[in-house]
């Protein structure tokens, strides 16, 4: 029960191998291109792994919160990647050289000359983006600090106290998180097109995050299982992750028909300017994709009960949902940086890199802890077979 992961010399030099192939794409993408089409790529791939792993954490507070029992053995996947955050806050200040070949919004003479943008520079502008960003991350790793401190204070004292102090810390990090999240993915994402705006935009990537971070925890999981790390994980657990998994994948595409239909009903040009490169244009093939992958494929196959309890399917369910969290990020902001949409080594090389780090991460905050709290008031509950 106190055993830390033991990362093999192989996982660290594949890790380390997949990061370097991710550094020459990126160079690549500099040396060969306008620049635009690299800097795109660090902002999908940075904004995926952040939202994954501030997604997981959200799932790990929401336990807290609701003093959940049978998900007590696994909060420490979570935290291990909430780790990853004070990493992509150094990604994120990287980006910030390339504020001006993202975001038009940024150029004074473009404001100077655009009614629309001059009415938004009180709050697009780049110090004052520049001091959200450090806001937002400084709040993030402050709060997921103080829970894994909890925690692990815990494992030492036991009894409530600690628990209680975790319950509150979580209360506040899901407040702050509702909103500071949707603020970033405005900096960030939306503001990429700063002429177009959707007032549920925020909400379908604050379901992504954590629709895809509880698929990611679940893959850890089932991998530390086959590792010999988790030996409760039963397929009742592995049930309660599928169901966390259906339920968010009908939640999203919830998010995702509204989005859409209320735009194209509404049929107002500031609007449908984001659809009709994408439904109309050159992205239509992963226009669809996006919704098949996200939505289609993990509602109806985690339908069926004997693949939901399947460790392997459930491996395989996550796999698809990493690739179509992809896509719809690629799609959120290849159309407003770069004109071609062609998936390249650039892209591929890209993600490689950036999944490598993620991993190697998430191994080494995992190899630090105990990857079981040793005095969770629940973990009994979870820890038996009836949850």
């Keep these: 029960m ?21 550094l020459i794409s990126v160079t690549i993408g500099f040396i060969t291109e306008d620049g635009k089409r690299a800097w795109a790529n660090l902002l999908l791939n940075n904004y995926y792994f952040l939202s994954i792993a501030i997604g997981a954490t959200f799932w790990m507070a929401i336990q807290y919160v609701t003093q959940s029992g049978w998900s007590s053995a696994y909060i420490r996947i979570p935290m291990a990647m909430s780790n990853y955050i004070i990493v992509s806050a150094v990604l994120f200040a990287i980006l910030f050289f390339g504020v001006h070949d993202l975001y038009h919004w940024s150029h004074a003479d473009a404001v100077a000359h655009d009614p629309l943008l001059k009415h938004k520079e009180p709050y697009l502008n780049v110090p004052f983006f520049a001091a ?60 990429l097109d700063a002429h177009w705006y959707s007032t549920i935009y925020v909400v379908k990537k604050f379901i992504m995050g954590f629709f895809h971070g509880v698929a990611m925890l679940t893959a850890i999981a ?96 996550v796999g698809v949902l990493m690739i179509g969290q992809w896509v719809e990020l690629f799609m959120s902001i290849m159309p407003n940086t770069v004109e071609s949409h062609g998936i390249s080594f650039i892209e591929i090389g890209t993600f490689i890199g950036s999944f490598g780090l993620f991993a190697l991460i998430v191994g080494l905050s995992l190899s630090k802890i105990p990857v079981v709290p040793q005095k969770h008031p629940y973990l009994i509950e979870s820890t038996t077979e009836e949850h």
Aim: zero cysteines; charged letters at 20%.
């Design 222 to 317: 089932i991998i530390l299982n086959k590792l010999g790390y988790l030996p409760m994980l039963t397929k009742k657990h592995l049930h309660d992750f599928s169901r966390y998994i259906w339920a968010l994948s009908l939640i999203w595409g919830y998010i995702w028909l509204s989005q859409y239909l209320l735009i194209w009903y509404a049929n107002i040009p500031e609007e449908t300017v984001y659809y009709i490169p994408r439904e109309m244009g050159e992205y239509k093939t992963l226009f669809y994709t996006e919704l098949l992958m996200n939505w289609a494929f993990p509602f109806f196959f985690l339908m069926w009960n004997r693949i939901a309890k399947s460790a392997n399917w459930l491996l395989f369910t």
């Design 2 to 22: 106190d055993k830390k992961v033991q990362l093999s010399g192989k996982f660290k030099i594949a890790m380390i191998i997949m990061i370097v192939v991710g």
């Design 132 to 191: 959200r960003y450090v806001v937002f991350f400084g709040l993030w790793i402050y709060l997921t600090w103080r829970i894994k401190k909890l925690s692990l204070r815990e494992d030492t004292l036991g009894g409530i106290q600690m628990f209680e102090k975790l319950e509150f810390t979580s209360k506040v990090f899901i407040f702050v998180f509702a909103v500071s999240f949707s603020l970033f993915t405005i900096d960030w994402l939306m503001s």
